[in-house]
């Protein structure tokens, strides 16, 4: 039987928290050694495949139409491509491709027929494959499973409550349908959040609860600091403290015990000595390249020093897992159904991306 616990409330998560830090980091890093082997750290490579000109309106992202950043767009990026940027990765000690596509939520055709072919080109090059390509229906779920995919990125971003404060496109509901349509098929789930968006603790604990609540526990949690973007309606918002993320890993690691936790987004920020203590605390993955999907990332040249620094190595594909088989378009038993689903679009108001819509007008 399992001993992963999957009742936890707000309160539970926010006595770890707020804990000594000693005795968090202590007990998390406890909790990780029972688990993991604590000198093994998984290496994704994040690959934008189709960047900017998003309909969404989070107040985080660069990528939104709406917003006037400097990011620029590109279209669907070929398979060759794809397929090159892979074997780089794969060479400089990543075991993970993660593509990334700017999209509300997949729709049948011919641009989702080519990410399927993405798909089945990185498995065959024997590595760990990951999308993130918006809300997924359960056929779309099953066919990225034939293709061979690994994991499906879903992030809740932040607490149920505070995600209305961030986002106004979509509903809360929306992304954990996404996460179970996930699950009704082999591929694993990575979900996670950011911090440092302006939320209450209780918000990083409330969407640690809807994580660690799911059953089972999502199998990696990318935790991400803020990279405040200029234009965006989060610009101005100061940067995470590193109390901050190591507290957030230590309390995600305890919670979920045997989900790889990923630091993301914001690494530039941190200094070697506040990443050893996130490793210590239970982060087991990072994101490596110098982009991560738009915004800055640490170079892989000097992670991997880091790395031989902190005695970590990367850990080898399919370890948690078996590689998925891939069948070809061919042979496909799911084809593309036509689906039209009624995603939620809320479209309350907040100031903060209103203003930031406005401004952008005024300014392009
Ligand atoms: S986070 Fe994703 S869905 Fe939201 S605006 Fe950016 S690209 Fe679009």
Known sequence: ?????????????????????????????TIHRKHHDPNTVQVSTLLSIKTGGCPEDCGYCPQAAR?????????????????????????????????????????????FDQVLEMVRTINKLDMEVCCTLGMITENQAHRL??????????????????????ISTRGYEDRLETIDNVRKTNVTVCSGGIIGMGEKPEDR??????????????????????????????????????????????TTRIVMPETQVRLSAGRTEMSREGQAMCFFAGANSIFAGDKLLTTPNPDV?????????????????????MQPETVEATDSKYQALGEKPKWTRPDHKIDRNEEAKQKAKVLK
């Open 1 to 29: 039987m399992s001993e992963i616990k999957h009742n936890w409330t707000k309160e539970d998560i926010l006595a770890i928290y707020n804990k000594p830090l000693m005795d968090l980091l202590f007990d998390a890093a």
């Open 145 to 166: 499973a034939e293709a061979g995919l690994y994991a499906y990125n879903h992030n809740l971003d932040s607490s149920e409550e505070y995600y209305k404060e961030v």
């Open 67 to 111: 917003y006037h950043t400097d990011i620029e767009g590109n279209d669907l990026m070929t398979v060759q491509h794809v397929k090159a940027q892979a074997l780089r990765a794969k060479s400089s000690g990543s075991s993970r491709v993660c593509m990334g596509a700017a999209w509300r939520n997949v729709k049948d055709g011919e641009e």
């Open 301 to 321: 040249s000097e992670d991997m020093e880091m790395f031989k620094l902190l005695g970590l190595n990367p850990q080898k594909p399919f370890i948690k897992k």
């Open 205 to 250: 604990a409330g969407m640690l609860v809807a994580l660690a609540t799911l059953n089972p526990q999502p199998e990696s949690v990318p935790i991400n600091a803020l990279v405040a973007v200029e234009g965006t309606p989060l610009e101005d918002q100061k940067p995470v403290s590193i109390w901050d993320m190591v507290r957030m890993v230590a």
